[in-house]
């Protein structure tokens, strides 16, 4: 790539895209950086760190001399991720904020402010690669298996990858954290987010009882009987321990309870003990199918995940009704969840993805 192409890195004020922008640098890339915010709360908020993420970007910015550009996409994630994570909450699901974040926002919103800079190609700090075979493109796992990020990316378009670079795919965390201390980074220490997309870390209930009402209901045990109240579908998830606060007087021994099913039509949840049957599946239904690449023949074998950093899992899609696939996995599953991404892949090279709808045993 000629040193005169411009490539414009999301800086989030993170120890990965600090190393991203660096690399860029060392291959001869023209680079400067953007700072995006995207939740407008108060940065006083005691859960905000935008602040200090900029500080943070500005600093990596300036140790190695690039431009850093700031830019406020509050209102797009409000309309293209936020909304519809709330959505989704009230049917029952449970989104994944982090996949339509990436699609809408860091690779759409960011890729266009890039091109309007004069940008060629926008990168990002996430560990995945992108490769070129007969004109089209491929997302591909990254190098480091315990930090691969392609689960979250799997939305992308042709498009999208023709004009993304990640540069931390061929490399794992353990070197970027060197590179970013050799560096003098004050992002070289600093610890991952795991929190919502652009929100941050928070108490999970506690954020959500903001935008969404408490609709109380009844939580029972798997024949139905009543075993406490809860405080709406929303704030619970398939497979959910912590926060059920099941005490002693139910159940025939000490092992903790789950949550096995959201009752959307009777606002119940079912909640059993210990490693129960009701927990696993080995089949699904998923619908809003997204191929990198052309649509695979089906029926097709492969592997899946229905979560982030679960091991690769063998399964056979098919076509099912109404625009949507069938997954068949050759293991039991635990703890499938209807709202989230099932990804698939051929090897390291991802295929694409779709939303889990609802789970059933064949």
Same mark, same amino acid.
């Given at each position: ?33 953007? *700072? ?29 001399? /690039? ?8 209102? @797009?994630?409000? @309309? ?26 860091? *690779? ?6 890039? $091109? ?23 997302? &591909? ?10 689960? *979250? ?16 795919? @061929?490399?794992?965390?353990? +070197? ?27 108490? *999970? ?50 092992? %903790? ?38 649509? %695979? +023949? ?26 949507? /696939? $069938? ?29 889990? &709808?609802?789970?059933?045993? +064949?």
């Amino acid at each position: 790539m000629s040193s005169k192409s411009k490539v414009i890195v999301g800086l989030s004020g993170g120890v990965d895209s600090s190393v991203a922008a660096y690399l860029l640098l060392r291959q001869g890339y023209k680079v400067e950086a953007l *700072f995006m915010k995207n939740w407008d709360e108060d940065d006083e908020d005691e859960y905000c760190s935008a602040s200090e993420d900029l500080a943070d970007a500005q600093q990596v910015a300036d140790e190695l001399g /690039i431009k850093l550009h700031t830019v406020n996409f509050s209102h @797009e994630y409000w @309309e293209d991720v936020f909304e519809h994570f709330l959505d989704e909450h009230k049917k029952g699901r449970t989104p994944n904020p982090d996949v339509l974040c990436n699609q809408r926002i860091k *690779f759409k919103a960011f890729l266009d402010y890039a $091109k309007d800079l004069g940008a060629t190609k926008i990168a990002t700090g996430h560990y995945a690669r992108i490769s070129q075979e007969n004109g089209k493109y491929f997302l &591909k796992a990254g190098i480091d298996g315990n930090k691969d990020q392609s689960y *979250f990316l799997h939305l992308l378009n042709q498009e999208q990858l023709s004009q993304s670079l990640f540069p931390l795919g @061929e490399i794992d965390k353990q +070197e970027v954290r060197d590179i970013a201390r050799n560096n003098n980074f004050a992002t070289a220490e600093k610890k991952d987010s795991t929190g919502i997309c652009f929100i941050g870390e928070r108490p *999970f209930s506690e954020f959500l009882t903001t935008f969404l009402p408490k609709e109380k209901g009844d939580i029972i045990d798997q024949d139905g009987s009543f075993i406490k109240h809860h405080n709406g579908l929303p704030f619970y998830t398939i497979g959910q321990r912590k926060g059920l606060e099941i005490g002693g007087g139910h159940g025939d021994s000490q092992e %903790p309870w789950f949550v096995a099913d959201k009752l959307t039509e009777s606002n119940q949840i079912v909640a059993v003990q210990g490693d129960h049957h009701l927990l696993y599946h080995n089949s699904l239904v998923a619908d809003d199918i997204h191929w990198i690449d052309d649509e %695979p +023949e089906m029926p097709f074998q492969c592997s899946a995940k229905i979560r982030y950093r679960q091991a690769s899992q063998d399964c056979t899609v098919t076509v099912g009704e109404s625009q949507t /696939i $069938k997954v068949c996995f050759k293991e039991l599953q635990r703890a499938i969840t209807p709202g989230q991404s099932i990804v698939f892949y051929h090897g390291n090279k991802c295929l694409g993805g779709s939303v889990i &709808k609802s789970r059933y045993n +064949e």
